[in-house]
């Protein structure tokens, strides 16, 4: 059974500070990592994709993996409150297609 | 730049009805998956269609099926609906299969009273 895990949250931040969101996948096959935003009510937002070890950067966002840890994470650096939302991060092995975890509700606050 | 196109946004039925929801997926994107998403869950995903064959399948109901058409939109049919088919219907595309990024749609908001 492929599981990602995230904590459930919520993670309540003071805007401007760095959010820090964290995953661990139990499939040593995955390959493809991702983080999705989504708001109450509304569709996924692609953010991120990450393939290799290391830390992967996009504005404020950053991604890191650890395969040997099985362990992904998303740092959001100057947190606004537009940033509160559900992340859901996603993984996936080869042709399979993407396991959610349940998502870590993040909130900040002004 | 283009997104996928879910068609319809809501939709109500009552229970035993049939519904058909509709994905357009982004130009040139020839993979697409549906997830459904109940209140407070993560999207569960329920099948995808890669260059118009059944790819993968989750946990779609025996109630239900779907294709992907040559102008590689798909259609997800539900019949006998029940009360806990209410939920969001996400369709979300890709330019192929193996571990690429998934678009997803707006959703179908569908309610079964």
């Known amino acids: 059974q492929k599981e990602v895990e995230q904590n459930s949250g919520p993670l309540s931040v003071p805007e401007g500070a760095i959010a820090s969101l964290n995953c661990t996948y139990s499939?040593?096959?995955?390959?493809?990592f991702f983080w999705y935003r989504q708001y109450s009510g509304k569709s996924p937002e692609l953010i991120m994709s990450?393939?290799?070890?290391g830390d992967k950067e996009d504005g404020r966002f950053t991604a890191q993996l650890n395969k040997a840890s099985q362990y992904v994470s998303l740092l959001i650096r100057d947190s606004q409150p537009s940033d509160s939302a559900t992340y859901l991060c996603?993984?996936?092995?080869?042709?399979?297609?993407?396991?959610f975890g349940k998502g870590t509700m993040l909130l900040v606050s002004p | 730049a283009a997104g996928v196109i879910q068609s319809p946004r809501h939709l109500i039925k009552e229970k035993r009805e049939t519904a058909t929801l509709k994905c357009y997926p982004i130009p040139r994107h020839d993979t697409v998956y549906w997830y459904q998403q109940g209140p407070g869950q993560d999207p569960q995903f329920l099948i995808s269609f890669y260059e118009k064959m059944q790819s993968d399948k989750g946990s779609i109901p025996d109630r239900f099926s779907a294709q992907q058409f040559s102008d590689y939109h798909s259609e997800l049919n539900m019949s006998s609906l029940e009360l806990g088919d209410s939920a969001l219907y996400f369709c979300?595309?890709?330019?192929?299969?193996?571990?690429?990024?998934?678009?997803f749609g707006p959703g179908t908001r569908l309610t079964v009273t």
């Open positions: 990450i393939y290799s070890n």
């Open positions: 979300a595309s890709s330019p192929g299969l193996a571990g690429y990024e998934q678009y």
């Open positions: 996603a993984a996936s092995s080869g042709y399979s297609t993407l396991t």
């Open positions: 499939d040593r096959g995955s390959q493809s």
